[in-house]
């Protein structure tokens, strides 16, 4: 048993903050949370004192890509160095994005479910994770890796040949179904696709250009919840955004132009869709020394903004993904700040990377907050990140990380 005491608690259901809360911990779970200080308590637990810090649920990343670490075709056709360096490169980050609080990652392609086994086993440490393996889309989608010579590679998130990440490419409501199922096989929690080209995606394929047809869209998410698999579906605006929220997805992942249609939010509401803004991919894309990729991103940042602020008047859960991967691995909360700058609150940035991330990804009984029943999932910071968001991202600020009961980084 395990208890902290003494702690500032901000329990990620966008209650109030509470001070002096003790958190009892037994076993892998939350047992108790007591909102005054107790002093009588078992002889053998192990008793932290969390005085002058901040106790919040671990934290939540919907849309990572853990295992890619630049843009380059070089590096996103994995033949810039040996696959065995690569993976160790990989399992450096997932290290350091738990060191950083993060004890839930949802990949959004390009992380093999090795990964997820080999922290189950303990040989690795790093968060939670929910896979989606690989980007379907069809010829031309972002899935389809076609180099500027228009030499193809398979895909973009796939080495060739190899089983765990498959071959990504689609056409037609057979194939499509085929292709899902081929992700279940492999490990697939979630299914990944696309309905449209991006701010990074080739020329000629931007984020009002679609890739799907209703059809097709309709067969993936159907078949997709058959097998009890989530969709999440990048699409930033145009026909390809409209399409993915009529098939019923179950988040849009970017959706910069979603109030391009008044439409769009009040389904995506209605029928709830969550929204995934990654915010903090555009600031490295507006940098980028690609053309059409900084036109793009610097065109779609006003709509953008106006998006998510329209997303949180009308009810929209609008929860926090980096798209880190091709940008490097700065740290995740950065897009905290990124999505107070865009009109939330503290508090609600907060339920963006723990309550609401926990319910895009269908595991609030289990995430998300600091309950009783719920998986002991903790990060304890010094200050009050309602004060200073900004405080997230600074890991000599996270004094303390658990991880299913266990302490998996201790600066205290
Ligand atoms: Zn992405």
Redesign the pocket.
Known sequence: MKILKNARLIDGTGAAPVDGATIVLRDNRIDAVATRNQSDFPADAEIIDAAGLTVLPGLIDC?D?MANHRYDLAHRWRLDEPQSTRHLRTAAVLKQTLAAGYTTVRD?AGLDAGFKRAIEEGLIDGPRLVLSLAIVSPFGGIGDAVSPSGLPLDDCCCIPGDPLLPESVCNGIDDVRQVVRKMVRAGADVIKCATTGGASSRPGHGPRDGAFNLDEMQALVDEAHALDRRVMC?ALGGRGLDIAIEAGVNSI?HGTYLNENPRHLERMAERGIFFVPTLLVYEYHRRSPQPHVKARAEALYEPHIESIKRALRIGVKVVAGT?AGGHGHPANAGELECLVKSGMTPMQAIQAATGWAAECLGQEAELGTVEPGKLADLVVVSGDPLADISLLRDIKRIALVIKDGEIAVARM
């Open positions: 849309h890509h959004a990048h992942e798209d």
